[in-house]
């Protein structure tokens, strides 16, 4: 019995640490209401560091809270790439709500298409902060996908979307993939220009 209290006080305490750690955020992009939606939880004290580094030409520390909340929303802006069928799909008004341990931040997407088959996020969000994780999720109705972006995958996720799951998508493989393609259409173009010379040159040999 003290062995699984032990156990459930542990774990209790490592969600803490987690939850405070200042290089950690968390971002869900889900529809609500019809509407697409990112909603960012974010520790203010990675921010602060991170925003600091990023504004080195202002002092953040004295300027009014209006201004401070435009500039944050302002940098997230700049640091979300988000790809829906190779069309790049803008984030609308935004709502922030400052803390001093946490941040929530919610941006609309109204122009995420109803119909899609891939999607490519990359968020590059405190990128200044070494240690920075961001855990970014995903989810549709039954369908759920979860991703922790840092730098050892670029800050990037990709992931296919069919009728009853998300499937994530290696980066480097699609990468590869279109180097493939890109060989065969040179090939393939190649050759059709040699075919296409060869049989001009017969006829001229012929008339």
Known sequence: MQKKIFI??????????????????SVVINPINGVWVAQFTISQEGANYALNSYYADKDLNSIEVAEYKELYIDY????ISLIVDDTKVSLSSAGIKLGNHQTDIKFLIPDFPKNYNTIKLNLPMFEEN??????????????????????????????????????????????FNKIIYGIIAFLLITAGVYFYRTRNKTVANNV
């Open 130 to 175: 070494e240690q920075q994780n961001t855990v970014v999720k995903f989810l549709e109705d039954n369908k759920s996908i979860r991703k922790v972006l840092n730098q050892s995958n670029k800050f990037e996720m990709i992931f296919k979307n069919n009728t009853t799951e998300f499937i994530s998508v290696n980066a480097k493989k699609m990468e």
């Open 8 to 25: 459930i006080a542990l774990t209790l305490i490592s969600i803490s640490v987690s939850a405070h750690n200042p290089n950690t955020a």
């Open 76 to 79: 997230l802006r700049k640091k």
